[in-house]
């Protein structure tokens, strides 16, 4: 069982950044696939970022590339997304998931854990 719990939304104009923690608990973290999705009110949650256990894959979704930037800290069990660049559309709750087999996905139906989400606000 993992738990996962994100930190460091908010609001931020336009242009600006902001780095979201999404910390886990668990002894097996570094063996784990994380993924960060989001999701607006009314729409299906999308997928964001994800990153393999090792760091070795990485993968972006097409409309942060550039700005966005995953990494993880296997020694202190957490995931940041680095977003810079922020737009408007990024506006959402963004979500930090874990799966076991390890791989990085891009499907969130591979994910087995989520966290509660932490609201990122970007104004115009």
């Known amino acids: 069982q993992v738990q996962l719990v994100e930190s460091g939304g908010g609001l931020v104009q336009a242009g600006g950044s902001l780095r979201l923690s999404c910390a886990a608990s668990g002894r097996t973290f570094s063996s784990y696939g994380m993924g960060w999705f989001r999701q607006v009110p009314g729409k299906e949650r999308e997928f964001v970022a994800a990153i393999s256990w090792s760091g070795a894959s990485i993968y972006y979704a097409d409309s942060v590339k550039g700005r966005f930037t995953i990494s993880r800290d296997n020694a202190k069990s957490t995931v940041a997304l680095q977003m810079n660049g922020l737009k408007p559309e990024d506006t959402a709750v963004y979500y930090c998931?874990?799966?076991?087999?390890?791989?990085?996905?891009?499907?969130?139906?591979?994910?087995?854990?989520w966290g509660q989400g932490t609201q990122v606000t970007v104004s115009s």
């Open positions: 998931a874990a799966r076991p087999s390890g791989g990085a996905s891009l499907n969130e139906y591979m994910y087995s854990y």
